[in-house]
């Protein structure tokens, strides 16, 4: 391997910057970065790689809350579902009995135990592999699929640590196979709109945006049952943001990172936890087992995020305290500004000076998904239809053998949020650095094909 080729896996650490720096820098880069450069440059890259063309045969793993509500998704697309797995029979039977009252064959369940997803993955005819299970099980569900030679879909926060969002990102690389994340947010009306308008210059250059999860999932969070059986041991584990990409998925589209700019670098901060501790007085017997836990993630915590090119994120999680919803899905830029909750923008020159004005003015840049499939997703629901767009989006994607929007460097870049918050609060807020998962590549690729549909 000669230098330009290490260097196009440095990304900004071009050949001549490198002459420029003299043999004392050199030195420093070759011990550390020229590795880096070369284990990133070891394979080819996953960007812009279609889905082989066919008609998808699909599974599932995990048929609980979510994955119940994705099937009925998959199944007014029309998906065509092989398998279904669950480690508690009676949910993988209820989806099995969705999957007939759409008029298919039953699919093959796989029950038993936490690990028979391995079986389902063995199959030789599946092609994609969504995942709808707890957090700690979406890496290695994703990893058994794609070593078996499926794509896979993995629900949001995509995976929970920086080795396992390098290692996706080589299994992809190496295995050939696509993992996505299924962020459903980038699929909103608002959100493709925004994108569109975004790229038809109406903001000016990008300065900055905001995203966040504002949830509040306190009675969710103590339930006996669902996301109540585990999603609250992560407020045990963990402070800082949990679940950032339904905020900052859509903002990182609409600054084409990955795509032209990337993630520099996060600081992030949390307020004090009081309000899982407060539900718990409010509503637990004594002696209740919950008791004994002890919860360390701050009820709102803060991130914000500075891009390569020098653009500005803010991002929040806050799932623990009294607050309406909210993910802010803020983007301004030197024209204007556009905010969520309620939608209102402001563009200078065409809106009343200091004055927001409606969405509805903008109606020019529905996203073409939406023209074509809108009436039917707001029919079938899912989030407000946005459920049903992203995975109809997908399957046309395998359908017609595109590479698929959200790819795996999205999904490892998105999901380093998480552990990379938790670092910067542990020390005190400290500046902390992405790693570039694409191999220096993100600075020239094509912006995003959710912004260019026609
Ligand atoms: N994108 C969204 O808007 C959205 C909304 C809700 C949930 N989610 C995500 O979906 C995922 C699932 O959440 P949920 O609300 O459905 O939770 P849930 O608890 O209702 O469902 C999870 C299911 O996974 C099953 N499961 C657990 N371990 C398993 C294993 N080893 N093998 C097979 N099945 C296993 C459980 O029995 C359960 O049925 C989570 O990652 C969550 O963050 C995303």
């Not at 070369?38 to 994955?67: C, D, N, Q, W």
């Not at 045990?236 to 520099?264: C, E």
């Not at 003015?361 to 989030?383: F, M």
Request: proline share 4%; aromatic share 8%.
């Amino acid at each position: 391997m000669g230098l330009d080729d290490l260097n196009s896996g440095l990304g900004l650490w071009t050949r001549r910057r490198l002459l420029q720096m003299g043999a004392a820098g050199a030195v420093t880069l070759s011990a550390v970065d020229l590795a880096k450069a070369a284990e990133a440059t070891a394979h080819h890259s996953m960007m812009e790689v279609p889905f082989a063309k066919r008609e998808p045969r699909v599974a599932l793993i995990g048929t609980g809350g979510r994955g119940t509500s994705l099937l009925g998704l998959l199944l007014a697309a029309d998906a065509q579902m092989v398998a279904l797995c669950d480690i508690v029979k009676e949910k993988a039977g209820h989806a099995a009995g969705m999957v007939e009252a759409a008029g298919q064959k039953k699919p093959e369940l796989y029950t038993d135990g936490p690990h028979h997803y391995q079986a389902l993955c063995q199959r030789k005819d599946i092609d994609l592999v969504i995942v709808a299970t707890p957090w700690s099980w979406h890496y290695e569900m994703a990893i058994a699929a794609m070593k078996n030679g499926k794509d896979v879909a993995i629900e949001v926060p995509g995976v929970t640590t920086m080795e396992e969002c390098w290692s996706i990102v080589r299994t992809s690389e190496e295995t050939r196979k696509h993992c996505m994340m299924l962020e459903n947010c980038c699929y909103g009306y608002n959100e493709t709109l925004i994108l569109r308008m975004v790229h038809g210059g109406e903001f000016g250059d990008l300065l900055y945006g905001e995203g966040a999860y504002i949830h509040d999932l306190r009675d969710e969070l103590f339930s006996t049952k669902g996301e109540g059986l585990w999603r609250r041991t992560e407020h045990t584990r963990h402070d800082g943001n949990l679940y950032p990409s339904h905020g900052l998925g859509p903002v990182a589209n609409y600054m084409g990172i990955q795509r032209g700019d990337k993630f520099g670098h996060i600081v992030s901060m949390s307020s004090p936890q009081r309000g899982l501790d407060k539900w718990r007085k409010d509503h637990l017997q004594p002696g209740d087992p919950r008791w004994a836990e002890k919860y360390i993630c701050g009820d709102m915590n803060t991130s914000l995020i500075k891009t390569a090119k020098g653009l500005t994120i803010t991002v929040k999680h806050a799932v623990s305290s009294p607050h309406p919803y909210d993910r802010i899905n803020l983007i301004a830029g030197t024209k204007g500004i556009f905010e969520d909750y309620p939608p209102r923008i402001y563009i200078e020159g065409v809106n009343k000076e200091d004055t927001f004005g409606s969405l509805d003015e903008w109606k020019k840049y529905d996203h073409p998904l939406w023209s074509r499939q809108g009436e039917i997703a707001k029919k079938v629901g899912g989030h407000g239809g946005m459920d049903f767009i992203m995975l109809y989006r997908l399957l046309e994607c395998v359908r017609n053998g595109i590479a698929p929007d959200m790819d795996v460097y999205d999904c490892a870049a998105w999901s380093a949020i998480a552990p990379l918050s938790y670092t910067s609060v542990a020390r005190g807020s400290a500046p902390v650095e992405f790693p570039d998962f694409t191999g220096g590549k993100w600075e020239k690729r094509a912006v995003s094909a959710i912004a260019t549909q026609a």
